[in-house]
């Protein structure tokens, strides 16, 4: 692993909403001990505006969040990760590039919240939903003593941590 501040890469297909909201919450919760960032396989080109007024809402800084090509963190130059999650089903099945510095990786899939149909209301409590559940597992992964856990024991919680709800914690 790097060192004392971890890498952390939380992939999407759209880079739109969920690993936006995923990188969002980490660089708050983590700050000083995880830079997160976000991308996607397809991205669609623009973060949606529920995510971003949902993270203005919790007080995160909006100004990191673009939509960008998964690419851009397997180039040259692009920061070595210790940490890939995939958050939505699509990008946990198609083929990644080779990371940087040979990351970690678990799925934590999400229900997609820009594909909620409804009322705005229902739409944006769908993002209010995919929020809850990312800082739930992001809360469990940044509580892990991370310097001091095996790497098969630690390649278990994250896999646990993927398939937690919000009620649980892991051992």
């Not at 004392?4 to 297909?13: A, D, K, P």
């Not at 505006?49 to 040259?76: C, G, H, V």
């Not at 080779?98 to 409590?125: C, F, I, K, L, N």
């Not at 809850?132 to 095996?150: G, Q």
Request: proline share 5%.
């Amino acid at each position: 692993m790097s060192g004392s501040i971890y890498n952390v890469l939380f992939l999407c297909t759209g880079n739109s909403a969920r690993s936006i909201l995923a990188e969002g919450i980490l660089n708050t919760l983590g700050a000083g001990r995880f830079r997160a960032f976000s991308a996607g396989s397809q991205p669609k080109g623009e973060v949606h505006p529920f995510a971003l007024d949902l993270l203005r809402k919790m007080d995160i800084d909006t100004a990191f969040a673009r939509s960008k090509a998964w690419d851009e963190f397997a180039a040259d130059g692009a920061p070595n990760l210790d940490f890939v999650f995939t958050v939505c089903d699509n990008a946990a099945g198609e083929t990644c590039p080779v990371w940087p510095g040979q990351p970690m990786t678990a799925h934590w899939g999400v229900p997609d919240p820009a594909a909620a149909e409804g009322s705005e209301a229902e739409r944006r409590y769908a993002f209010a939903d995919a929020y809850r559940m990312l800082n739930a597992r992001i809360s469990v992964f940044a509580s892990l003593p991370l310097a001091s856990i095996d790497g098969l024991a630690l390649q278990r919680n994250l896999k646990e941590i993927g398939t937690m709800d919000d009620r649980e914690s892991i051992a």
